[in-house]
């Protein structure tokens, strides 16, 4: 019987940007995908962004779908929302696998990236990303800008995963990280990495941070060396 498992988008994406891993992905794994409130084909939906939000949308897409304890790829954000529900909602999910996701959310870390998301600095500076995300969210991709920019603020003032915390997690882990991403730094994630008992941490060679950018075969290797090696 195949393992289920879940893949998760991160901040500003949207599930279809994985079809690629979970073609890829579904040869080994029952294979299902979402996209959060607000994203993808799911744009129109209002309503803050919050990790503890999407922790619940995960939740209730488990439920919903009959799912007992399923795996998790958990991209940048998705790798967040991941780890949070884990830790706050323990036997739920099954392992764990987060691919550039960011820990190292301070008042300064975060208002940083924020800034970068303002729809008309973004129109002016980086058009290519305005029309990803046009394809992505359609005319709602302003609100999916904004509202992320928000959630970042709001982790920079409450940061709710920790080195401190994160070892309470009782489900094995895997920490990815690229080592071109300008956005997620090795040393941040082997930091929690370090923390979790029993976790893994694997650096992916010549790797940044998009996931268009990934390797499907890289991804589906790392994946299964990590769930099959128990």
């Known amino acids: 019987m195949k393992t289920s498992l879940i893949i998760l988008h991160g901040a500003l994406g949207c599930r279809e940007q994985f079809n690629d891993w979970k073609n890829a992905l579904s040869e080994t794994y029952n294979c299902y995908s979402f996209d959060f ?3 993808g ?9 919050s990790i503890k939000t999407f922790s619940e949308e995960l939740k209730m897409y488990i ?3 009959n799912l007992e304890r399923p795996a998790i790829i958990g991209y940048s954000m998705g790798g967040y929302v991941a780890l949070y529900t884990a830790l706050f909602t323990e036997g739920f999910l099954g392992d764990i696998i987060t691919i550039a996701t960011k820990f190292n959310w301070t008042p300064e870390s975060s208002k940083k990236e924020a800034g ?3 729809p008309k600095l ?4 980086v058009p290519q990303l305005v029309m990803q995300l046009e394809e992505r969210h359609g005319s709602n991709w302003t609100a999916v800008a904004n509202k992320t920019a928000e959630m970042m603020l709001q982790l920079g003032e409450n940061t709710l995963l920790t080195t401190e915390n994160i070892g309470r997690i009782k489900n094995r882990v895997k920490f990815c990280v690229g080592d071109k991403d300008k956005m997620v730094s090795i040393e941040e994630t082997y930091a929690m990495y370090k923390n979790v008992p029993g976790a893994s941490f694997c650096v992916l060679p010549g790797t940044g941070h998009l996931p268009e950018g990934m390797s499907a075969k890289r991804i589906k290797f790392e994946v299964e060396e990590f769930i099959l090696r128990k």
């Open 63 to 65: 439920k919903q779908n």
């Open 37 to 39: 409130s607000g994203h």
């Open 41 to 49: 084909n799911r744009s129109g939906e209002t309503g803050p962004f």
């Open 116 to 118: 970068y998301l303002q």
């Open 122 to 125: 973004m129109q002016a500076k």
